[in-house]
């Protein structure tokens, strides 16, 4: 519930998308049994929140990039199921703006 009350702060421009990624970036400096919530946190965001998550895109890849570094193996597959329901339930626009934002961070694709 926690990342889904964070997406409707975000929608209704309550919180920026770079505070609602910042919640992201904490999971990757917290301990293993709060990291692993990470997945719960972004599914409920990305449940409620539509445009600030688009508009917020960079600092979103950032703060999930962090985070899956600082994961190790058991806190990734334990996160793994809800991070991939979390993007399921995104447009195909949606996903294809955060894949092109994480293909910018990696040098893949120039930016806009």
Known sequence: LQGAFRGLLAELRDETPEQLAAHV???ARARPET???????????????????????SALVAALDELLRAADWDA???????????FERLHDRQRDSIGDRV???????QGH
């Open 25 to 27: 970036s904490a999971f």
């Open 35 to 57: 990291m692993i919530r990470a997945g719960e946190f972004l599914d409920g965001v990305l449940t409620v929140s539509r445009t600030s998550v688009l508009l917020g895109a």
């Open 76 to 86: 990734f597959t334990t996160m793994l199921p809800r991070l991939r329901l979390a």
């Open 103 to 109: 293909a910018e961070r990696y040098g893949l694709k």
